[in-house]
């Protein structure tokens, strides 16, 4: 079956410096993903999404990265700050449908 | 702004025991879904519906069962609740496809079956 997949589990980082953070999917129907955050205590908040038929995507701080190659998605952080520590989820969907399919997550932790 | 609210964010409940679990969205979103999420599986999804009294099974639906009486309200239910149901239960809403599919998400309820 399809899976969305992390490499890392946890990611330290130093503050100031840029994160990023991998996701793997296997479904090559997938057309549509999406990175969440995740901090203590609270329910996942969107960050940014993009298209299959874009290979990048920037927003406040934040770059996603598609590789439709090597089914490949990264969430890049600038600046990486100590209210960024949190899990980070990807998710994606297909062919049109609301069901997203979600990764295990990354824990970011930023040390100062 | 979207709004999911989830009614507890902790429960602690006895084996064998009838557990709902509420959530309202004030969005007017068709979708709405419950998840569980635990460490190392990340978020699974349990059931989910696409309109009011209709309902379809997720990935872990075995034990549970939902209620959607009324477009802004989805309950999950845990008939009869099992150690292995302690979690963390997510609920989710999203509007109708077209733009942007993210969900919204409550904040969570952290159940323990003891």
């Known amino acids: 079956g399809e899976s969305v997949g992390l490499h890392l589990p946890t990611l330290s980082v130093q503050e100031g410096d840029n994160s990023i953070i991998n996701c793997a999917y296997s479904n090559s129907a997938s057309d549509y993903f999406i990175w969440y955050k995740q901090e203590s205590g609270k329910g996942p908040q969107f960050i940014i999404d993009i298209r299959s038929n874009m290979d990048k995507r920037q927003g406040q701080r934040v770059t996603v990265l598609l590789n439709k190659t090597v089914k490949h998605l990264s969430l890049q952080i600038a600046a990486t700050q100590p209210g960024d520590s949190a899990v980070y989820f990807c998710?994606?969907?297909?062919?049109?449908?609301?069901?997203?399919?979600f990764g295990t997550g990354t824990q970011l932790k930023v040390e100062l | 702004d979207v709004k999911v609210t989830q009614s507890s964010r902790y429960l602690v409940k006895r084996t064998g025991e009838k557990v709902f679990l509420e959530c309202v969205q004030d969005m007017d979103h068709e979708n709405m879904f419950w998840y569980r999420q635990d460490p190392g599986l990340g978020l699974r999804l349990i059931y989910f519906?696409?309109?009011?009294?209709?309902?379809e099974k997720g990935d872990i639906p075995e034990g549970y069962s939902v209620s959607r009486e009324k477009k802004e309200r989805f309950s999950l239910i845990l008939e009869s609740a099992s150690t292995n149901q302690t979690s963390m239960y997510l609920c989710?809403?999203?509007?109708?496809?077209?733009?942007?599919?993210?969900?919204?998400f409550g904040s969570g309820t952290r159940l323990t079956v003891v």
């Open positions: 989710a809403s999203s509007g109708p496809q077209g733009g942007n599919y993210g969900y919204t």
């Open positions: 519906s696409y309109d009011v009294k209709m309902k």
């Open positions: 998710a994606e969907t297909h062919g049109g449908g609301n069901k997203l399919t």
